[in-house]
């Protein structure tokens, strides 16, 4: 799944990347690729909104394995891939199940209203399916909880009214973010464990979010410019246990959804920076209350490579 685990952070510490990192191949496809690929057991999957098509591909030469169609228009998101099956939902409330060998239905929920949109990405943990369906016309928005054999409703939490994220699920709880209210979700059954209302975390009220990652119990978010242009951009620290903020950071350029390992956080800026900053920080009187927009005392530090800038030894 996308950011490579449950808790979307990037963070793979027993992997590491080709110590050459030259081309072994490269294939074109006629549809356009939005969605970022996953790959899983020598093959990649990845969807195109253009066609409305998983894909199954060899990782060792790119040659297509197999195709699962939608109709075109009802595009799939972000899909996930556990146990020999890949999870995608699409924009008109649907959650397919795919024979990741053979690119076969094995099964699909449908919402039953095509005003629900599942196209945000999915998490698979254990036996069950985790999916946001957002917002849109006149149904309310809701986060599910499904099967992973047969896509049976296990639970659902309902009544959401904007763009959910892609859940983040880890220790029990899931997380995700709905028009800037940040929730988390027991697990098992659904029940709520936390609200809290992530403008109260900004400086302006009508500041957008990026889609938070998980890591070591904290919750880290990049934040966007409001739609008028006016405020800045920062990155968030959630305590994952309350809600409440640990710290912000402003940054002169819109942030996309961070990576953290175990010392520090990553985002890339609109601008096609890279920053880096220390996951800890001094705030001014111990933790930041829920709500506190006090910026902390001592910021964690930037450290940008610019996308101009070449790197050798």
């Known amino acids: 799944m996308f950011g490579g685990k449950p808790e979307r952070n990037g963070y793979l510490s027993e992997e590491s990347g080709p110590d050459d990192p030259t081309e072994q191949w490269s294939v074109k496809f006629e549809p356009t690729f939005y969605n970022s690929p996953i790959v899983a057991d020598g093959a990649i999957y990845q969807t195109s909104r253009d066609s409305g098509t998983v894909y199954g591909i060899s990782a060792e030469d790119g040659s297509e394995l197999w195709t699962y169609d939608i109709d075109p228009g009802d ?3 972000e899909p996930a891939v556990a146990d020999g099956t890949v999870f995608a939902g699409d924009n008109v409330g649907v959650v397919h199940a795919i024979d990741a060998a053979d ?10 209203t095509t005003s629900l949109e599942t196209s945000c990405g999915v998490a698979v943990v254990d036996d069950t399916v985790y999916v946001g369906q957002s917002y849109r016309g006149d149904a ?8 992973v054999s047969n896509g049976d409703v296990r639970w659902e939490y309902k009544d959401l009214t904007g763009t959910i994220s892609a859940p983040i699920v880890t220790d029990g709880t899931v997380y995700f973010e709905d028009e800037a209210l940040l929730y988390a979700l027991n697990s098992d059954d659904g029940s709520e464990e936390w609200v809290e209302d992530f403008r109260s975390f900004m400086e302006n009220d009508t500041a957008l979010l990026q889609r938070p990652v998980y890591h070591d119990g904290a919750l880290y978010a990049g ?3 409001p ?17 409440s903020r640990l710290w912000r950071t402003e940054v002169d350029t819109e942030t996309r959804q961070p990576a953290v390992d175990d010392d520090s956080v990553y985002a890339a800026g609109a601008d096609g920076r890279v920053f880096s900053l220390p996951k800890t920080t001094a705030p001014s009187s111990g933790r930041s209350t829920r709500g506190h927009r006090n910026t902390p005392q001592q910021l964690p530090t930037i450290v940008c490579i610019s996308a101009e800038t070449s790197m050798g030894s």
Not at 103 to 112: A, F, V
Not at 227 to 243: C, E, R
């Open 75 to 77: 595009f799939p998101g």
């Open 103 to 112: 690119g076969t239905e094995l099964w699909t929920h449908d919402s039953g």
């Open 140 to 147: 309310k928005g809701k986060l599910l909880a499904l099967n």
């Open 223 to 225: 934040g966007l410019k």
């Open 227 to 243: 739609y008028d242009g006016d405020g800045g951009a920062a990155i968030y620290a959630i305590d994952a246990s309350d809600g």
